[in-house]
């Protein structure tokens, strides 16, 4: 599985952005979904995660109700609407796809991985 983030950028605290994450191969839906993020000089940590059905999602509680993960098993797309962004939110935000219908929070749980992309939230 390849896997293609994008729809990173530069926000002001409050705004909104939605990354999008494109996987290669026709078995989409076989594999639970995960955003991670990297913020500047701190280790990569769980954002989000979705089931390779769309119907069981988990959310770490820093993005609880700001932020919602969703996906298109038609378009091979995994999204990530980011709303009322802080600046804490700034980092590279990886998504990573894993071999098996259920999530997990822990990144050693996914099996491939994409190339991220920066968010960057200003004051």
């Known amino acids: 599985v390849q896997l293609q983030a994008s729809g990173g950028g530069l926000v002001q605290a409050g705004g909104s952005l939605r990354l999008s994450c494109a996987a290669s191969?026709?078995?989409?839906?076989?594999?639970?979904m995960g955003w991670f993020r990297q913020p500047p000089g701190k280790e990569r940590e769980f954002v989000a995660a979705?089931?390779?059905?769309?119907?069981?999602?988990y959310y770490a509680d820093s993005v609880k109700g700001r932020f919602t993960i969703s996906r298109d098993n038609a378009k091979n797309t995994v999204y990530l609407q980011m709303n009322s962004l802080k600046p804490e939110d700034t980092g590279v935000y990886y998504c990573?796809?894993?071999?098996?219908?259920?999530?997990?929070?822990?990144?050693?749980?996914?099996?491939?991985w994409g190339q991220g992309t920066q968010v960057t939230v200003s004051s």
């Open positions: 990573a796809a894993r071999s098996a219908w259920t999530i997990v929070a822990v990144s050693t749980g996914y099996d491939y």
């Open positions: 191969g026709r078995t989409f839906s076989t594999y639970a």
């Open positions: 979705i089931s390779g059905r769309g119907g069981s999602t």
